[in-house]
T-cell receptor
């Protein structure tokens, strides 16, 4: 079983839609949860970073962590074609020296 | 550009040659991490280094792979006697410290192709 599971997609939505991206994980020791966006031929770009459970909002992006279910989500409101990319979840425990990544979900927002 | 710099962006090697990948961390960052990404897969941790020290190399293959982060200059990931299976994108990330409240920032990677 992989440490982090993520549906690879692709996920195709019309412009303006609300997008929901999810990851599940198996290690209850994870405390830090991150979402990265990766455009083709580029490096991952940090979008959201949360500690422990709860919600965090930043503009059109909302990250949710449910530690009891070992489940994290990223919501994108009013999606734009420029949001088309691969979204990677990542998580780590306290010492933070090693991230565990999901395989990424490819998102396509159609104009 | 004060971001993480990796070079070369693309590297082609024949089987049996050596590959050297370089990473300069963000200004003020002294912690470097190397990851490997295969097509349609997530990033796999390889090694974590601080200046002149390897902190965690649990993700590094036991043979042919080595990494260093000298006092002066970039971090180097070295792959000796490359094989076809080494073809991948290699990403470097950096952080200002190794504590839990500083996320990692990534470079744009080196794409290694083995002929």
């Amino acid at each position: 079983q992989k440490e982090v599971e993520q549906d690879p997609g692709p996920l195709s939505v019309p412009e303006g839609a609300i997008v929901s991206l999810n990851c599940t994980y198996s290690n209850s020791a994870f405390q830090y949860f991150m979402w990265y966006r990766q455009y083709s031929r580029k490096g991952p770009e940090l979008l959201m970073y949360t500690y422990s459970s709860g919600n965090k909002e930043d503009g059109r992006f909302t990250a949710q962590v449910d530690k009891s279910s070992k489940y994290i989500s990223l919501f994108i409101r009013d999606s734009q074609p420029s949001d088309s990319a691969t979204y990677l979840c990542a998580m780590s425990w306290g010492n933070f020296n090693k991230f565990y990544f999901g395989s990424g979900t490819k998102l396509n927002v159609k104009p | 550009n004060a971001g993480v710099m990796q070079n070369p962006r693309h590297l082609v090697r024949r089987r049996g040659q050596e590959a050297r990948l370089r990473c300069s961390p963000m200004k003020g960052h002294s912690h470097v991490y190397w990851y490997r990404q295969l097509p349609e897969e997530g990033l796999k941790f390889m090694v974590y280094l601080q200046k002149e020290n390897i902190i965690d190399e649990s993700g590094m293959p036991k043979e042919r792979f080595s990494a260093e982060f000298p006092k002066e200059g970039p971090s180097i990931l070295r792959i000796q006697q490359v094989v076809r299976g080494d073809s991948a994108a290699y990403f470097c990330a950096s952080s200002p410290d190794g504590t839990g409240n500083q996320p990692q920032h990534f470079g744009d990677g080196t794409r290694l192709s083995i002929l």
